[in-house]
């Protein structure tokens, strides 16, 4: 009996032991991946943040910090020798114009499937999630030829229009996925409110502004955050409605793009600055709303 309990002792300790040592390798692991994904997304951000103070014309130099600095020449060619206000001025008008209008309607469209039932309630909702499953890329050819049947490039003011129409292609594309995001954050909102303002005799417009859109600000502010952030850094359909414009008429993507495209004629250095100088807003609007993004998204999936 006297030798049962050591050996008890013993093998509980061995249990204690291994568990000890699973946790730690557990988080041994858990850190280096952490340490090496950081230094995946990190590296090419510092390459690129060494570059636009490099004057050598080349992305990489032999030490980590460029031997040709400069804080000034590559800035002063990018606003010199391209266009990049208007570059600028495009790219924000549009991302702008775009948060607006995309966020007032995923607000009401939000709104609308959460809270009212009707007969094609689940139907629109299944057709919501099939058009997202649908990549953006395979209507390029569609929207193009819908785009030059309507006559906005032979038009006095195509790149108006065309500005316009990607709005519009902007807006709707995003409407999808963020109207279901939106649904589900006023799911997480208990009925009882909607029925106790409806005992006190208000209507459902006042329920909603009064009562329901204070509520989901977090997720209107992540809606727009979303919708502010993608035409920023989308090339792929200002390249192929605007690629036979101006030079002034071109996106910040489709323009900073324009200048490492020929390698004869390539300035990295400048494109780095430009790429810098872009990032400078999200980077902003990202830190500025963090709290926003990740109390709206969690709170927003708990409930479909």
């Known amino acids: 009996m006297d030798r049962a309990i050591p050996l008890e002792r013993q093998i509980k300790k061995k249990r204690l032991n291994r568990h000890v040592i699973t946790k730690n390798m557990g988080l041994v692991f ?28 080349s992305l990489y130099s032999t030490s980590f910090f460029p031997e040709n600095f400069s804080l000034t020449e590559n800035f002063v060619q990018l606003f010199t020798k391209t266009p990049y206000l208007s570059w600028y001025r495009n790219t924000f008008l549009v991302s702008i114009v775009t948060m607006i209008l995309s966020t007032f309607i995923v607000t009401i469209s939000g709104f609308v ?72 954050y006023y799911d997480s909102i208990p009925r009882a409110l909607d029925e106790s303002a409806k005992i006190d005799g208000a209507t459902q417009m006042q329920i909603f502004k009064e009562i329901l859109l204070p509520l989901v600000k977090p997720m209107i502010m992540v809606i727009a955050i979303f919708c502010f952030l993608g035409p920023i850094g989308d090339i792929i359909m200002p390249k192929f409605l605007i690629a036979s414009m101006n030079s002034e008429a071109k996106t910040l993507a489709v323009g900073l ?48």
Request: charged letters at 5%.
């Open 30 to 57: 858990s850190y280096a991946f952490l340490i090496s994904m950081s230094a995946i997304i990190l590296y090419p951000i510092l390459v690129t943040l060494m570059s636009a103070f490099n004057v050598s014309n």
């Open 113 to 184: 499937y959460s809270r009212y039932r009707y007969q094609s309630r689940k139907s629109a909702l299944m057709s919501l999630l099939i058009i997202q499953i649908i990549p953006s890329g395979s209507g390029l050819i569609a929207l193009y030829a819908i785009a030059n049947s309507i006559g906005i490039y032979s038009s006095a003011n195509a790149t108006l229009y065309t500005y316009i129409f990607m709005i519009l292609i902007y807006t709707t594309g995003g409407i999808t996925m963020n109207t279901i995001l939106m649904k589900g």
């Open 257 to 304: 793009m324009g200048l490492i495209n020929n390698i004869k004629e390539s300035n990295y250095n400048v494109f780095a600055a430009g790429a810098v100088l872009a990032a400078i807003p999200p980077v902003i609007v990202f830190y500025k709303f963090q709290d926003y993004i990740v109390g709206g998204l969690t709170s927003g999936g708990v409930k479909g």
